[in-house]
Each structure stands twice: as structure tokens, then as C-alpha cells.
């Protein structure tokens, strides 16, 4: 026998025998339904009668149950105020997720979407079918087809892809109405085990990238070599579903790297969501400055670098800095630092220390077209031990010479800072100059190599703008947030 057909019968083996646990969960679950582990009204529809499973088991699926139903409503607690919010269950199965939030009205605002075997999506769809109550649950629901969309609904997605494919996974779900902006839980139970570990890394990477404002649920088998773990693998191992990625991440702490290393910011083997504002003591300084459309930047400890503006007595050329002494706070002039005159620039810290000086204006007709690089020398002496030094010798500033297609002049826009494939970028937004009222264009300045870069941009631009803010929140993937 050819040995690619051997691999696609071993592969067919293998995914189902992966299908195969999905039943064997569905009704491990609910038996815990039944005997009162936890409450779920929804379960006892997608098998074909409820078996009794033995307390251990129950017991096991209870925390499992109870761990992804934590993690989910609160994710649905903190977005409660999100105009969208949606749910994606990867290797969903027969869960009765959906079912128990739209029981409970959860769902205000929010769509659960399904992404499963075609043949998994094609039975749980024609069970829905079949089932009074369970389509009772759906105020619309397209039949069947070819294609891999198998129950839609408002609040619900049925797709039939294998996530393996993520080319498809991404157009079905596009397709399916999918908002990748959207605040979005990624709830894997027990899935990318069973996926070769290059192949569910590759979903892990997937979703940090496609999905900037998620967080991912992943439940699943750790601890291989204790006695327990080994008796797992042997039974996982007899029904020729094999644990992959236990054996490269057998632990929380691996799971952590993994993640980390695949394009995610944070983690928590208990996930604490929280997207709730912060409430921040302000204190006035009392120093006499004036400084309008200065820029500030922070230094060191109780240091501050104050850069341009304009005063009652005109516009201001000399770099002042704020040091916190024993007395408080003062004022000082940087004699060394020449930036020269300039209004509403941007001051924006860099990685690898510094910040870099861009755009302002010294005058409503003369737009400035100089970027400054300053670093900061930690050898300095500090003004917190010497109240009489100003600091001048800890900062060095460089002029910038970038090639490529530089952007036209402009003020009162806004530069952050973003990176892609290990790169930093300064990105350019918005603003305005001496021909236009508002500018709506973005810039990426290659910050390594000096470089103004075109960088293609998907989605919907915002409009043209002036006097805004902008900020990164993803630090693995080019997104600024604009307002």
C-alpha cells in the first residue's frame, strides 16, 4: 500500500477516535448531571440515555464543568458593558454551553460560535433538529447544507471545520459573522491535546494573532509521570487518542512559556479578567511652570524630562526637567539639550531605553521636520543625591537620518510604539499640518533600521484626526488603540 495512503488512513483512525471522546465526555458529564454534581438541564439531550458513571469520575468531570463555567461567566461579567462580546469553543463537541447561557440570559450582546469536525457539527445539528427544546433555544436556524455553517442563529454558530486548517477556520468564521475586534473567550476543553503539537501551537499563535482583544480557556491533562498520569496515557493511549502536548508541556509552568512564546501577553492557571477602570490617586506638585503644547516624558526615579511648548513670555526653546530632592519638587534647565523650538510634538519611550522626539510645529507655518533620538545615561550623577546637579551629563541627544518615504509634517498627532516578527516600529497617526485641518493617515518608522516603512493595514481606517491619543494594547502584534 502507498505510504501517503497509509497516512491518510492512520490519520482518519486517529480523528475518529478524537470524535470518539466526545461521546465518551458527553456522557461521562451527564451522569455528574444526574446524580446532582452540578446543575445543567441541557446535557441529557444529546445522549441517548444517561448512564451512571463511577464517583471518581463524576467528581472529575464536576471540576472540569465547574472550572470552564467559572472562567466563562466571568468573562461575560467583565465585558458586560462591550457593545459585542462573543464565545469560541474550539473541538466544541456536544457542550451544552450555549444552551445554559441563553437559559440563564447571558448572552445580552454576546454570540456563541462552534468549530468541530464536520461530522461532530453534522450530528449535534440534526440532534438540535430533532429536539423540541433544544431548538426551542434558537430564534432562527438555517437547515443544513454542504457548506460548513450547520445551525445559525443570533446568539449561536454551529461550523463543521477542522481546526487544524486554519485557513478555513478563518474564513468560516468570517463568513459565519465572527468580530475579530471583539472582546472574544477562546475556550479549548481538552482539545489541542489530541492535535499534533506543531498543530495546536499553530492555533495557539493563530488566535493570539487574529484576535487581539481575547483571552484563552485552555483545560487539560498535566502531570504525565505520577501514578495517576501514567495510568491516563495508557488509557488515552488504548483508544488510540494519544495526549501530544503533554508530553512537551507537562505542566503549568510549560503551558505558561508555551503560550508566552506563541503571541499571548499574560496567564493564570485561575484567570482573573478584568477590564474594570482603575481608580488613581492625583496629588498636585507645586511647581511653577507654563508650558502649552509642551510634551513630558519620564527620565528615571522622580525625574521628568519637559520638552518645547509656549508661555505667557513666548515659545520655548531650552529642555527643562523636573527633579524630586529632598526640598520636593524643582525646575531646571537642561543647558546641554538643544531641541529647539516646537509645539504639540510627540515624545514617545522606546524599547531598549530612550525616547525618540517627533513632529510640532515652531510656528503655524513651519512644521518640523527633525527627529531626535534621547538616551539616557544611568552613570549620571543623580539630582536626588546632589541637589545642585541638573542632570545634563545623564542625556545625549542624536539627530535621526531615516530613510524611505517619510511622512508629510505634522502636529498634534500621536506616535506609539508596536512591534511585528521581533521588529519595533513607531507608528504615526493622524494629526494635522499647515494644508490640511485634520490628517488621517499612519506611518511605521523601522525604529532598528531607521527606515520609514509601508506596512499594508486590514480593517476599517479611522477617520482623520487631530488632538487624540493612541496606545498599544497588544505588545506582540501591530494594534493601537485611537480615541
Not at 195 to 212: F, G, H, V
Not at 282 to 302: K, N, Q
Not at 377 to 382: F, K, L
Not at 405 to 431: E, I, K, M, N, Q
Request: glycine letters at 8%; proline letters at 7%.
Amino acid at each position: 500500500m502507498p505510504r501517503t495512503k497509509k497516512k491518510q488512513q492512520h490519520k482518519k483512525g486517529s480523528d475518529t477516535a478524537v470524535q470518539g471522546t466526545n461521546d465518551s465526555s458527553v456522557v461521562s458529564k451527564a451522569s455528574a448531571a444526574a446524580r446532582g454534581y452540578f446543575r445543567d438541564a441541557f446535557l441529557q439531550h444529546f445522549v441517548c440515555r444517561v448512564a451512571r458513571r463511577a464517583p471518581l469520575i463524576n467528581r472529575g468531570y464536576y471540576v472540569r464543568w465547574r472550572a470552564v463555567d467559572h472562567c466563562v461567566r466571568r468573562f461575560l461579567q467583565v465585558t458586560a458593558g462591550c457593545p459585542k462580546r462573543q464565545i469560541l469553543s474550539l473541538g466544541a463537541g456536544f457542550d451544552s454551553l450555549y444552551f445554559r447561557l441563553r437559559a440563564d440570559g447571558d448572552l445580552d450582546r454576546a454570540v456563541v460560535y462552534e468549530v468541530d469536525f464536520a461530522d461532530v457539527a453534522q450530528r449535534k445539528a440534526a440532534l438540535i433538529a430533532a429536539n423540541e427544546t433544544l431548538g426551542g433555544m434558537l430564534d432562527s436556524c438555517l437547515p443544513s447544507s454542504p457548506g460548513p455553517v450547520y445551525v445559525s442563529s443570533s446568539m449561536y454558530q454551529l461550523l463543521g471545520v477542522d481546526i487544524r486548517e486554519e485557513a478555513q477556520v478563518e474564513d468560516a468564521l468570517s463568513a459565519a459573522g465572527l468580530h475579530w475586534a471583539a472582546p472574544t473567550l477562546v475556550l479549548s476543553e481538552v482539545v489541542l491535546t489530541y492535535m499534533e503539537t506543531d498543530r495546536s501551537d499553530a492555533t495557539i499563535s493563530w488566535a493570539a494573532k487574529l484576535l487581539p482583544q481575547s483571552v484563552f480557556v485552555m483545560y487539560e491533562q498535566i502531570c504525565p509521570h505520577d501514578p495517576f498520569g501514567r495510568i491516563m496515557q495508557e488509557h488515552f493511549l488504548k483508544l488510540n487518542s494519544t495526549l501530544h502536548a503533554l508530553r512537551q508541556y507537562p505542566d503549568t509552568r510549560a503551558q505558561r512559556r508555551r503560550f508566552l512564546t506563541k503571541g499571548w501577553d499574560c496567564l493564570s492557571s485561575a484567570p482573573v479578567i478584568s477590564w474594570s477602570p482603575t481608580v488613581l490617586p492625583v496629588r498636585p506638585i507645586p511647581v511653577s511652570l507654563e508650558g502649552l503644547g509642551m510634551a513630558s516624558t519620564r527620565l528615571g526615579p522622580e525625574q521628568v524630562m519637559l520638552t518645547g511648548g509656549s508661555s505667557k513670555g513666548g515659545r520655548l526653546a531650552e529642555t527643562r526637567a523636573l527633579l524630586r530632592g529632598q526640598e520636593g519638587w524643582r525646575a531646571v534647565v537642561e543647558p546641554f539639550v538643544d531641541l529647539g523650538v516646537r509645539l504639540h510634538h510627540t515624545v514617545t519611550c522606546v524599547p531598549g531605553g530612550g525616547v525618540v522626539i517627533y513632529g510640532g510645529r515652531s510656528s503655524p507655518l513651519n512644521p518640523i521636520r527633525d527627529i531626535f533620538r534621547v538616551t539616557f545615561n544611568p552613570c549620571g550623577v543623580s539630582p536626588a543625591a546632589d541637589p545642585q546637579s541638573q542632570a545634563a551629563e545623564t542625556i545625549h541627544v542624536e539627530s535621526m537620518i531615516c530613510s524611505g518615504d517619510p511622512p508629510p509634517p505634522r502636529w498634534r498627532h500621536t506616535a506609539s510604539v508596536v512591534s511585528l516578527r521581533g521588529r519595533d516600529f513607531l507608528f504615526v497617526f493622524g494629526g494635522k499640518n499647515q494644508s490640511e485641518s485634520a490628517l488621517g493617515d499612519g506611518h511605521f518608522l523601522n525604529l532598528g533600521q531607521q527606515i520609514w516603512t509601508e506596512m499594508p493595514v486590514e480593517g476599517t481606517a479611522p477617520p482623520a484626526r487631530h488632538s487624540h491619543s493612541a496606545c498599544p494594547y497588544q505588545s506582540h502584534s501591530p494594534t493601537t488603540r485611537c480615541c
